[in-house]
């Protein structure tokens, strides 16, 4: 995602490690790596504190999901230029796809705080809060700036982002989402991440929902078409029983069983009759625990082949 336009660092004395960040920024754009490794290389030799080149730098490692190298870089650009802009919006953008979102929104916060008139920080942050599943201040801020620039490519991606990821009926064009996540290959990593948080965050069927949106835009994306299946799997009806084995993990399961213990002994002492049939039905329900899911699993995958 692009963010407001970079302040022209150039200096006189360094024309040349200028000429070679702009070089670098140019070929990142291309997606060519290997290449602008290149250039930034024979630049930072010969300029290492060079604020083009540590940013085309960084730049580079945050395309590449070096977060930890890329947020080094810009600690090292915030040093030689504390206040500056896009060195800040750098690594707002490390922060948030790092998973880091209060660092994330901290500076989101002091970029709006000093130019509350620059769209692509709603927009921005419009990507945080969707990443952090508070859709409706997301929605919120995408409108904010398209306000402020109702043309502006960032606002209106936020705004079909948000549009797609609240599922609101009619407002999404598959084909221009389409279209979009071509374009856009880094928009396909937001929605992904989105549809990840929404799974850890137990809500399943709304991250079924949007990963079923994604795969109408994307039908041959192999990741979107195992995780259909599983998300398939694991919101049957079938499995409605191990909703909370499903929702708490072990620590449900370690529950169960000292709840189970815990009734099978006040059975045994106020109704010893109905002890034996209880034991039965644990039993019988731990069974279909450990066994009807995998077997559900094998099943739809021979159903899609």
């Known amino acids: 995602m692009s963010g407001p336009l970079q302040e022209d660092p150039a200096s006189p004395a360094e024309p040349d490690a200028w000429q070679l960040s702009l070089q670098a920024d140019e070929l990142l754009d291309r997606r060519r790596l290997p290449q602008a490794r290149q250039v930034l290389a024979q630049g930072l030799r010969q300029a290492p504190e060079h604020l083009g080149l540590l940013l085309a730098s960084a730049r580079a490692d945050y395309i590449e999901d070096r977060y930890d190298r890329a947020r080094d870089t810009l600690a090292h650009a915030l040093r030689v230029a504390p206040a500056h802009a896009h060195a800040r919006w750098l690594l707002f953008l490390v922060e948030m796809h790092d998973g880091r979102h209060v660092e994330a929104e901290e500076l989101v916060l002091g970029l709006l ?165 209880v034991q039965w039905t644990i039993l019988a329900y731990a069974l279909y625990s450990w066994i009807w899911p995998p077997l559900l699993r094998r099943w739809q995958q021979h159903q899609d082949r």
Request: net charge neutral.
């Open 113 to 277: 705080h000093e130019s509350p008139d620059v769209p692509a920080y709603y927009a921005g942050y419009s990507r945080l809060m969707l990443h952090a599943l508070h859709f409706r201040k997301a929605g919120a801020l995408a409108d904010e700036a398209l306000r402020l620039a109702p043309n502006d490519e960032e606002a209106l991606r936020s705004r079909v982002l948000c549009d797609l990821v609240e599922r609101r009926r009619g407002a999404v064009d598959q084909q221009a989402l389409a279209r979009l996540l071509a374009a856009h290959p880094d928009e396909v990593q937001t929605l992904r991440l989105v549809v990840v948080a929404l799974i850890q965050a137990e809500r399943v069927r709304e991250a079924r929902a949007l990963a079923r949106e994604l795969l109408r835009a994307q039908p041959d994306d192999p990741w979107l078409l195992d995780l259909l299946r599983n998300l398939q799997v694991h919101t049957h009806w079938s499995l409605w029983p191990l909703w909370p084995l499903q929702r708490w993990g072990w620590y449900g399961a370690i529950g169960f069983w000292v709840l189970s213990l815990l009734l099978l002994q006040v059975l045994g002492r106020v109704a010893p009759a109905a002890a034996g049939p």
